[in-house]
């Protein structure tokens, strides 16, 4: 019952301090570690331990899943380099130099366990993520700051693990800890791509959405355990499940399964968020009366806390500052390289285009003759018109996914203001917590090490999270913005070619003529009622998601008395009859309309917005929109067709 009693007040807890955070500005998370430490010192609460493996295998696994399935995947291949820099280069870095200090600053700990301490206080948290966005920051800082979040815990636990091993066996050499680490990723790779296809499969089978997320909330554990079992690292395969969820999900999942997944998952991550920081809190007073009774003392914890917290932050500013440099001139060098090939990259986009239409043969790749060649050999092998037309969309694919690398790193460059936000949002947090309480008990100094990994935390937390609105309102990074114009209008072009394809090569609903198909009257119910229309539905233009009014090709003998108060759902513009595949959902979510009558109507309207989809999916693997243009599109488009898939009532 008490642990019961316990369980229902963390959960109230958590609930009001995301409430309260909206109201005072202040991340939930820093409410609820500054409750959970004035809880802990009542003289009534007892000490509160929480086994570190419930954090590494039970919380967190779900929760980097849960981040990887929401992170737009093409920003994430866009951001490789810099999320590499961080989560491998960095946290190595960050464990060696801190680990060299520790060692000077405590007595009696040796270099190893020294720099066990200082991977442990390498990873980031993914609370700056939520602070970050909550400030408005550019989608490029919020996608860094998210990927070294999901890959640098596998390198601080790699180096955690090795610098442990050194220190009780003294058996561990450079190239074993790269060699442990390569191991580790690469069967989490496996691994994690394995789970993620195969779930996504089957999921794709389930009818019922509640189902769906049930099978969904064991996926991270279903790539974590196999993954740990092999010596690879369980949440880089939780992370790799999710990125292929993520990616792949809108193509294989219902939109209903979708939406309820996405639902129920961020109440999962609102709540196991909140507990970490709630119970880190609650232990805070257990630690500190150990090592008030220890030689070494909390003045001394807390000074050693203060400069390995200084120590991460400047390692951090070291390699960020060179790292924009490299960004920049990379960036640089590739749009000269283009600008040196554009002639060449159009004739390459035409020649294309006529390969499709089985006019002209395989061109050559401007800027890779060495991967052109291994085109060519595969086309010897394959040598129908399908594959050659496959392989030359792939490739025209690819050139224009290089051109939209190009104007998405022009539009949100990296510079000094952006780099300063990514040095400032590294704040240490769960990761730093759990991985502290992994120190053996054979550990020197253990109450005092898990004292100082608290300080950092709390301290990275509370100072550096406080702090970072006054640092954007000061540097002025770039801010994300809504969509422009220009590209509101191309995602919606987009969606009506799309729409105008899929009803000119779709089939005529069975049993009946076009004429039939499209006669307002036959949608009306005795009483010739009206279906009501949403207050403040958007025009046609003004919708993201895609036209209201959608073209069908006028057929011979149509029905020339149509006209637009006939009802909302079918209208003649000039030689088409337009379908409205909004009206159409809502219509189909009426009781009032004959839904038999409705049905031709509506296997059409679904035709069309799966088309648009497709469409849409295929422009966010080439990068040519913004992930939140795109979003938004794609979720219109779910509740749509969700609408549309209902039981009428």
Not at 138 to 148: A, C, K, M
Not at 198 to 213: A, G, K
Not at 604 to 623: N, T
Request: charged share 20%; glycine share 8%; aromatic share 4%.
């Amino acid at each position: 019952m008490e642990l019961l009693i316990i369980a229902v007040l963390g959960t109230l807890a958590i609930a009001a301090a995301s409430q309260l955070s909206d109201r005072i500005g202040v991340a939930p998370a820093l409410i609820l570690l500054a409750g959970g430490t004035a809880v802990g010192f009542l003289p009534f609460i007892p000490a509160v331990e929480l086994d570190p493996q419930v954090v590494l295998e039970g919380i967190l696994p779900p929760l980097l899943f849960s981040t990887a399935v929401s992170i737009s995947t093409i920003n994430f291949c866009r951001e490789l380099a810099p999320v590499a820099i961080l989560a491998i280069l960095l946290v190595a870095l960050s464990a060696a130099v801190i680990g060299v200090v520790l060692s000077l600053l405590v007595p009696g700990l040796s270099l190893a366990w020294a720099i066990a301490m200082g991977a442990i206080l390498s990873p980031t948290d993914a609370v700056s993520i939520s602070i970050a966005r909550r400030l408005g920051v550019s989608q490029r800082i919020i996608t860094v700051l998210e990927g070294e979040g999901l890959l640098n815990d596998a390198t601080a636990l790699v180096v955690l693990s090795s610098a442990v091993s050194a220190a009780t066996s003294g058996g561990v050499s450079v190239g074993g800890v790269l060699g442990g680490f390569a191991l580790a990723v690469l069967v989490a790779l496996g691994v994690g791509w394995l789970v993620g296809e195969v779930s996504l499969r089957v999921r794709s089978h389930i009818t019922d959405p509640t189902v769906d997320t049930v099978v969904s909330f064991t996926v991270p554990f279903l790539a974590a355990i196999p993954a740990e079992h092999m010596h690879g690292s369980g949440l880089v395969a939780a992370v790799v499940a999710g990125l292929i969820t993520g990616h792949r999900g809108p193509r294989m999942l219902p939109p209903a399964h979708r939406v309820a997944s996405r639902t129920n998952w961020h109440t999962v991550e609102l709540t196991l968020e909140g507990l970490i920081f709630l119970v880190m809190g609650l232990e805070f007073f257990g630690i500190v009366e150990k090592v008030d009774v220890s030689d070494l003392g909390v003045r001394r914890a807390v000074e050693v806390a203060v400069v390995a917290g200084l120590l991460t932050v400047v390692i951090r500013a070291v390699v960020v500052a060179p790292m924009l440099k490299f960004l920049s001139h990379r960036t640089a060098r590739w749009a000269i390289h283009w600008e040196e090939n554009e002639e060449a990259i159009h004739q390459f986009q035409n020649r294309c285009s006529a390969i499709v239409r089985g006019e002209a043969e395989m061109p050559q790749v401007p800027w890779d003759r060495r991967r052109f060649a291994q085109v060519q050999r595969r086309l010897r092998r394959e040598p129908s018109h399908e594959s050659i037309a496959r392989r030359a969309i792939r490739l025209s694919s690819r050139v224009r996914r290089r051109g939209a690398d190009l104007d998405y790193f022009a539009a949100e460059p990296l510079r000094a203001r952006e780099g300063a936000v990514i040095v400032w949002a590294g704040m240490r947090g769960a990761i730093t917590l759990a991985a502290a309480q992994t120190l053996p008990t054979t550990a020197p100094h253990r109450p005092f090490l898990l004292l100082v990994s608290m300080l950092v935390a709390a301290g990275s937390l509370t100072i550096q999270g406080l702090t970072l609105p006054a640092l954007v309102r000061l540097v002025r990074p770039a801010m994300a913005g809504p969509a422009d114009d220009e590209e509101r209008a191309a995602v919606i072009s987009l969606l009506v070619s799309a729409a105008q394809d899929a009803v000119a090569d779709g089939p005529e609903p069975a049993g009946r003529g076009s004429h039939d198909a499209i006669d307002p009257d036959a949608t009306r119910t005795p009483d010739n009622e009206s279906a009501p229309a949403e207050p403040g539905e958007p025009a046609a233009s003004e919708t993201a998601s895609g036209p209201d009014k959608t073209p069908l090709p006028a057929q011979d003998g149509e029905n020339e008395t149509l006209k637009p108060e006939h009802g909302t759902l079918l209208r003649r513009e000039g030689a088409d009859i337009v379908l409205s595949p909004a009206a159409v959902a809502r219509a189909w979510t009426d009781p009032t309309w004959r839904h038999d009558e409705l049905a031709p109507m509506r296997e059409r309207a679904l035709d069309m917005i799966r088309a648009q989809r497709e469409a849409l999916l295929d422009a966010g693997d080439e990068g040519l929109y913004s992930a939140d243009s795109l979003e938004h599109a794609l979720d219109r488009l779910d509740f749509q067709e969700i609408m549309l898939t209902s039981e009428p009532h």
